[in-house]
């Protein structure tokens, strides 16, 4: 399934919460690995790099990385695939890392007809005139976050939130947060498999959830 107006940018990010050691996950350490080439690595830009927090980014990814998060996340569009491969390639490397949190996350930002569609949508999903006009003076809606329960087995939740974008001017943003949790992992082999094994359903979800809502949207135009 693909998505009937596809966002204007559509990024990917993939977060690990555990025990990491920051240090470690240099440009150096990448190239040494074969997991980025060499002038990936020379022309990275790098913001810090210490015993407690790592970041630099190259050209299609950011990286930072702390004591207890680890995350990823896409710079162009075409990178979504080859974020995931990274992150596998990264920790089939250091399966020794304990994961018991994941998040894979998919960012659009998309094009509205006009302002007036735009809130249209903003009132219709968060009705303004019975609850909030009495208290605010011109209520808009600035964020909307929407919880699910998993129907896969899997501990953790689904997340969709959406807002005006910020890149885009009278568009929007949609983000859909995949969450995986395991309290009792003490390793990266249960993060591997899920980022592995359940791509393609994240993938799946993520287009289910945006086509829904822009469709939606759209159509208050």
Known sequence: MQESRPP?????????????????????????????RP??????????????ICIFETSWFRLEVFKERWALSSRATPAIELLRDLVLATFETLRHSPVTKIGINAHGHYSMPNRETLDKFGHAVAPKDSFWRPVMEDPRLLTLTIVS??????????????????????????EV?????????????????????????????????????VTEAWGMR
């Open 149 to 174: 329960k998993r129907t896969d087995g899997h501990e953790g939740a689904v997340r969709a939130k959406v807002e005006p974008s910020g890149r885009i001017t009278d568009g929007l943003f949609v």
């Open 8 to 36: 204007e940018y559509d990024q990917v990010s993939i977060v690990f919460v555990g025990s990491f050691n920051p240090k470690i996950y240099q440009p150096a350490w990448f190239e040494a690995q074969g997991l980025i």
């Open 39 to 52: 002038e990936e690595a020379a022309d990275s830009k790098i913001e810090v790099i210490s015993n407690d």
């Open 177 to 213: 947060n995949d969450e995986y949790a395991n309290d009792d992992s003490v390793s990266a082999e249960w993060a591997i498999k899920i980022v592995s094994e359940e791509w393609e359903n994240h993938r799946s979800r993520v287009t289910s959830i945006r086509e829904n809502i």
